[in-house]
Nanobody, 118 residues
Framework: QVQLVESGGGLVQAGGSLRLSCAAS????????MGWYRQAPGKQRELVAT???????NYGDSVKGRFIISRDNGKGTVYLQMNSLKAEDTAVYYC????????????WGQGTQVTVSS
């Protein structure tokens, strides 16, 4: 079992930056892929970014060139550096961790709110 706790959300003006963190506990040795997803009111949860234990990354089209995902395998922590934030980035951001190379059948964090004011 893996438990995930996100932090770093908040309110920021458009054009600003935020850095999210997600710390895993429990069976962190079993984690392969980690990632970030988000869900805005009335919308489905969508991919933001994923990263494998080897460092391979994948980004959603809407955040490419603005967001950077990274991780510290030893600490079981994944980060999301969000730059040039837009109002449409407003959502609850969820951390995910999976024992597979892709984020399949993941454990989820409780989510952290990111609000971008225009």
């Amino acid at each position: 079992q893996v438990q995930l706790v996100e932090s770093g959300g908040g309110l920021v003006q458009a054009g600003g930056s935020l850095r999210l963190s997600c710390a895993a506990s429990g069976s962190i040795f079993s984690i392969n892929a980690m990632g970030w997803y988000r869900q805005a009111p009335g919308k489905q949860r969508e991919l933001v970014a994923t990263i494998t234990s080897g460092g391979s990354t994948n980004y959603g089209d809407s955040v490419k060139g603005r967001f950077i995902i990274s991780r510290d395998n030893g600490k079981g922590t994944v980060y999301l550096q969000m730059n040039s934030l837009k109002a449409e980035d407003t959502a609850v951001y969820y951390c995910a961790a999976s024992r597979f190379r892709t984020v399949a059948a993941p454990s989820w964090g409780q989510g952290t709110q990111v609000t971008v004011s225009s």
